[in-house]
Nanobody, 129 residues
C-alpha cells in the first residue's frame, strides 16, 4: 500500500523559505513521477512542480520558476520542495502526489492532478505579509 506523508509546512514571513518533504512508502520501479500541488483557501488545486523519477528531469509552474526547486533522494524514497522568496498568495495546503500509470500520449511532464494515482494529506504553508 502506498503512503505519502508530507512535512515541513508552517508559518513564514513573506520573502522567507521553507523546505517541504514527502516520504513515500511502497515506491518501486513502477513510480513514474512525483509532483507537488497546492490548494489555497477557496481555490482549486494547482500544479507547482513535478519530477520524473527515473531521469530526475523537472518542470515547474511559471509562477514558481526560479524560486522553487523540486528534488528527490531515491534511496530515501523522498521528494523535496525547496521554496524561497515565498509570497502571501502562496498560502495553501501543499500536497505530494505520485504517478505509477503510463503517461498520456504526448505528455512528458505530469502537470494535472488527475494524472496522479496517490497523494498525501498535505502540509499547510502560511505566508504572512
Amino acid at each position: 500500500q502506498v503512503q505519502l506523508v508530507e512535512s515541513g509546512g508552517g508559518l513564514v514571513q513573506a520573502g522567507g523559505s521553507l523546505n517541504l518533504a514527502c516520504a513515500a512508502s511502497g515506491i518501486t520501479f513502477s513510480t513514474d513521477a512525483m509532483g507537488w500541488f497546492r490548494q489555497g483557501p477557496g481555490k482549486e488545486r494547482e500544479f507547482v512542480a513535478t519530477i520524473n523519477w527515473s531521469s530526475g528531469n523537472t518542470y515547474y509552474a511559471d509562477s514558481v520558476k526560479g524560486r522553487f526547486t523540486i528534488s528527490r533522494v531515491n534511496a530515501k524514497n523522498t521528494v523535496y520542495l525547496q521554496m524561497n522568496n515565498l509570497k502571501p498568495e502562496e498560502t495553501a495546503v501543499y500536497y505530494c502526489e505520485e504517478s505509477r500509470r503510463p503517461r498520456p500520449s504526448g505528455v512528458y511532464y505530469l502537470t494535472e492532478s488527475s494524472w496522479y494515482d496517490y497523494w498525501g494529506q498535505g502540509t499547510r504553508v502560511t505566508v504572512s505579509s
